[in-house]
């Protein structure tokens, strides 16, 4: 089978730390943990071998879920912001020399201490200025003070942030973490709810709506923001949306319909949503030039999304465009 020549955005590692990737280890059952734990541990081994089988010429790492976003989790015995903070100067360091160790097979989206927004912009100014990472990766909500306090990327604290990230020209990677149990009385004694499974799609996509609604993008027309798994249910959703709103806006005060913003200041990947006739859906929706080729290494099978990917019956322009154009364009590859 033809190879198509890929650029892959969602493919991620652990670190620095074994309180950060044991994070993952309950998307797995116990007898597949340590094969993926070391598949976590690892850049230029296996990972690498995977990526030239898989004709995936570059792959943007970053820190697995929820990361430095939990820190304040009891569970990580975490409570200081500036933990946070060291922690993602330390790992940034670290995907820094994996980039530099590999240049041309790799580059690393940054991870954020958002529970101290002004060092959030500092990190992620020092980490694409200086350590050459292309833009920023951030699961979800962050605790913030303690375990309980969630705080959505909408909230007015970030507003020097979001300047930040439209000065620097990066995008940023909104990428799932499961809700807290007891915030989330609707996942009760359905534990299969949580994960990526279903939890996921609806917690990223209620966010992304909370930015787009917030008024985000009237004020940082120029930021964009990465959606993974084909835009975690929205495109499907979007015209529904709009619809509704139109009739009855509840308080909604934005210059434009939330399908306009999804075709301008989103970019959605194919990570772990390996089906044509969603991803048909999306590319109609929002067009082959916010479409980008991802995996979700090693939380799937990298083989799987790239057999996929390359024998998808697009019209050869989409194709290229979808599997390493848009990257290199968005990212400056
Ligand atoms: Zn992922």
Redesign the pocket.
């Known amino acids: 089978m033809h190879k198509t020549e890929k650029i892959a955005l969602?493919e991620?590692f652990g670190a620095i730390d074994p309180n950060i990737v044991e994070q993952s280890a309950t998307h797995f059952i116990a007898d597949a943990w340590p094969a993926h734990r070391a598949m976590l541990l690892d850049i230029h081994d296996s990972r690498l071998r995977l990526m030239d089988e898989c004709g995936i010429e570059k792959a943007v790492l970053s820190l697995l879920?929820p990361g430095i976003q939990a820190l304040h989790d009891q569970a990580q015995a975490v409570d200081d912001p500036a933990q946070a903070v060291d922690w993602s100067y330390r790992l940034n360091d670290h995907a820094a020399k994996q980039v530099s160790d590999r240049p041309d097979r790799f580059a690393a989206f940054a991870a954020l201490p958002l529970q101290d927004p002004d060092a959030a912009a500092a990190e992620l100014r020092r980490a694409v200025t200086e350590l050459g990472l292309v833009g920023g990766l951030i699961n979800g909500f962050s605790q913030v003070g303690d375990e309980d306090t969630v705080v959505y990327l909408d909230d007015s604290r970030y507003a020097a942030f979001w300047a930040t990230v439209e000065d620097l020209g990066v995008p940023v990677y909104l990428?799932p973490r499961g809700p807290l149990p007891h915030t989330s009385p609707k996942y009760d004694g359905h534990p299969w709810l949580y994960g990526s499974a279903w939890a996921f799609s609806v917690e990223t996509a209620t966010h992304a709506l909370r930015l787009t609604g917030s008024g985000l993008f009237d004020r940082h027309p120029g930021i964009n923001v990465i959606l993974?798994h084909l835009g975690e249910l929205l495109p499907f959703n979007i015209w529904r949306t709009d619809h509704r709103l139109a009739v009855a806006p509840r308080g909604l005060g934005v210059q434009h319909t939330f399908g306009h913003y999804l075709r301008t200041n989103f970019y959605l990947t194919t990570?772990g949503n390996f089906r044509t006739p969603a991803l048909l859906n999306t590319l109609v929706e929002v067009g082959a030039d916010r479409l980008l080729f991802s995996a979700?290494y090693p939380?799937e099978d990298m083989r799987e999304a790239a057999e996929w990917f390359d024998r998808l019956e697009l019209n050869e322009g989409d194709h290229t465009k979808i599997a390493r154009t848009n990257a290199q364009r968005l990212l400056r590859l």
């Open positions: 969602e991620h879920s990428h993974g990570s979700d939380f």
